[in-house]
Antibody, heavy 118, light 112 residues
């Protein structure tokens, strides 16, 4: 069965960077995009960007351009999302989600809580 | 600053029918892009509920249905059950935001 397993919770100071991993199993990793979506406590879902694990091509939401980097290691079927220059407003649960040709997200990771606090 | 607007909350008694609207514009839903719906139970990751405007993934009860018209889409839940109490989000693509997938503002469904 398809599974996306994310790394554990992180606590970071303002100005630091965080790198969250997402390990895929149960399907061919390079055949589907990986997207990243975040959700602040009590708030809605916010799409951050996508990555094609086959080519490494990426597309980022305007809001995060210059601060987010999405990469992958195909040998271990793992995608990464790094967010830099963290501020308190970046405190949220970060999800990876598999994307398909419909433009939807059919499988989701369990989420990673990133807390930014001095 | 979501470009897809949903009502913050809807409620209904068990067995009733509720609908959730998702209002967009000519650069997203109105441009013909598909709308997808997700259900998020408390403390869990979102789950795909409806794809391609009106299609249900395997395992989703037929109590859930979706439709789209013009610049809006709707999710209907018939025969409301206690386990349907959750947050629901619509999602589409917006051509004015380069490569952007966009989510709705979210709707909390309460079963009375």
């Amino acid at each position: 069965q398809v599974q996306l397993v994310q790394s554990g919770a992180e606590v970071k100071k303002p100005g630091a960077s965080v790198k969250v991993s997402c390990k895929a199993s149960g399907y061919t990793f390079t055949s589907y995009d990986i997207n990243w979506v975040r959700q602040a406590t009590g708030q809605g879902l916010e799409w951050m960007g996508w990555m094609n694990p086959n080519s490494g091509n990426t597309g980022y939401a305007q809001k995060f351009q210059g601060r987010v980097t999405m990469t992958r290691n195909t040998s271990i079927s793992t995608a990464y999302m790094e967010l830099s220059s963290l501020r308190s407003e970046d405190t949220a649960v970060y999800y990876c989600a598999r994307g398909n040709n419909w433009g939807l997200f059919d499988y989701w990771g369990q989420g990673t809580l990133v807390t930014v606090s001095s | 600053q979501s470009v897809l607007t949903q009502p913050p909350s809807v409620s209904g008694a068990p067995g009733q029918r509720v609908t959730i609207s998702c209002t967009g514009s000519s650069s997203n839903i109105g441009a013909g892009y598909d709308v997808h719906w997700y259900q998020q139970l408390p403390g869990t990751a979102p789950k795909l509920l409806i794809y391609g405007n009106s299609n249900r993934p395997s395992g989703v009860p037929d109590r859930f249905s979706g439709s789209k018209s013009g610049t809006s889409a709707s999710l209907a839940i018939t025969g409301l059950q206690a386990e349907d109490e959750a947050d629901y989000y619509c999602q589409s693509y917006d051509s004015s935001l380069s490569g952007s997938r966009v989510f709705g503002t979210g709707t909390k469904v309460t079963v009375l």
